[in-house]
């Protein structure tokens, strides 16, 4: 059997770093040349030392990555920290506008609508105690969430069947739940007197119901005619 062309012994080095004479045809000779060429060149590659910033760039950007996260678990941490539960009674809420305060120890906390609709609820009455998850920012502190609600049971409003001292019979035109107001008519009075629904509270009521006959207290102090007290007339 005839071999094209002149074999050749070429010395390769095995695994074991030992040398070994191996003959083969110039065809295999040129193929192990370029394919040890190529390894050669991907060597020179990797140790280059645009290769070798990119390493330490993913590093680099590695440790920026842990780093931020750090910075982030950092900040959470702080914000929780910086939370703080605390208990209070509610002084007034207005549906209308979307906030009212909460009393907590001898401030009154600003507290918005968002933060009842995240807990489900539609409104407030004053008295209801509350607990609630307290959160610092730029203008101090802020009610991030309310946890849980207490509404005390409230005693029958009062009721008289005369009218007392500066006391005088009303009856209940309307009242409007969701604005907090509503007005009466007075005897002895031509103009309709305005009724808030924080004078309600402070009197006991939650609301009014149209016809409903009372016995109020109005104060004219120059911005219309108000009432400032309120008790049931009974029959």
């Not at 009212?100 to 407030?124: A, C, N, P, Q, Y």
């Not at 101090?140 to 849980?148: F, P, Y």
């Not at 409003?157 to 035109?173: C, D, I, Q």
Request: glycine fraction near 10%; charged fraction near 30%; aromatic fraction near 6%.
């Amino acid at each position: 059997m005839q071999i094209a062309g002149e074999l050749r012994k070429i010395v390769m080095t095995d695994h074991t770093g030992t040398e070994r004479g191996v003959d083969m045809t110039p065809e295999e000779t040129k193929a192990a040349e370029a394919q040890a060429a190529e390894t050669k060149s991907e060597t020179r590659g990797a140790d280059s030392p645009q290769a070798k910033g990119r390493g330490r760039s993913k590093d680099s950007l590695g440790a920026a990555g842990t780093l931020t996260s750090e910075k982030a678990d950092a900040a959470t941490a702080e914000t929780e920290a910086s939370e703080d539960v605390r208990e209070g009674e509610l002084v007034w809420y207005n549906e209308r506008k979307g906030y009212g305060f909460v009393r907590i120890g001898e401030e009154e906390v600003f507290l918005h609508r968002s933060t009842l609709d995240r807990f489900g609820l539609v409104r407030l009455l004053t008295g209801d105690i509350v607990n609630v998850s307290l959160s610092t920012n730029e203008h101090g502190q802020v009610i991030k969430d309310l946890l849980s609600v207490r509404r005390p049971l409230s005693p029958a409003p009062p009721a008289a069947h005369e009218p007392a001292k500066g006391e005088v019979r009303a009856v209940v035109k309307f009242f409007n739940d969701l604005r907090g107001y509503g007005f009466i008519t007075a005897d002895d009075l031509e103009e309709d007197v305005f009724v808030h629904s924080r004078v309600l509270n402070d009197c006991g009521f939650s609301s009014l119901i149209q016809g409903q006959k009372l016995l109020v207290k109005v104060d004219d102090s120059g911005r219309g005619l108000q009432v400032n007290s309120v008790r049931l007339l009974a029959d």
